[in-house]
Nanobody
Framework: QVQLVESGGGSVQVGASLRLSCAAS????????MGWFRQAPGKEREFVAT????????SYADSVKGRATISRDNAKNTVYLQINSLKPEDTAVYYC????????????????WGQGTQVTVSS
């Protein structure tokens, strides 16, 4: 059974950077797509970024493109999300997710989820 554990969230000022981590376990992730999603209070969960485990191919939401980098460390079975130049609208709970097969930006396509880590950006 896939287990995903996020860490690295916190409260920061506008313009700061954060690196979120997602420790993955329970299986080998070859052939998987790993994703980061976020959910702000009163809003639907939204796509942030994905990475293909094997190839490292990435995809980003327009809202974070140019400010975020998703990466993975195969040896540590860990996926990272670095976000720079944080804005108040980045405030949300950030979730790590996993799905077998190809890329998707739809939360409903991801079968495994972590518990989330809170990111709060204040001005």
């Amino acid at each position: 059974q896939v287990q995903l554990v996020e860490s690295g969230g916190g409260s920061v000022q506008v313009g700061a950077s954060l690196r979120l981590s997602c420790a993955a376990s329970g299986r080998t992730f070859s052939g998987y797509t790993m994703g980061w999603f976020r959910q702000a209070p009163g809003k639907e969960r939204e796509f942030v970024a994905t990475i293909r485990w094997n190839s490292g191919t990435t995809s980003y939401a327009d809202s974070v493109k140019g400010r975020a980098t998703i990466s993975r460390d195969n040896a540590k079975n860990t996926v990272y999300l670095q976000i720079n130049s944080l804005k108040p609208e980045d405030t949300a709970v950030y979730y790590c997710a996993a799905k077998s097969g190809w890329y998707s930006a739809r939360p409903s396509d991801f079968g495994s989820w972590g518990q989330g880590t809170q990111v709060t950006v204040s001005s």
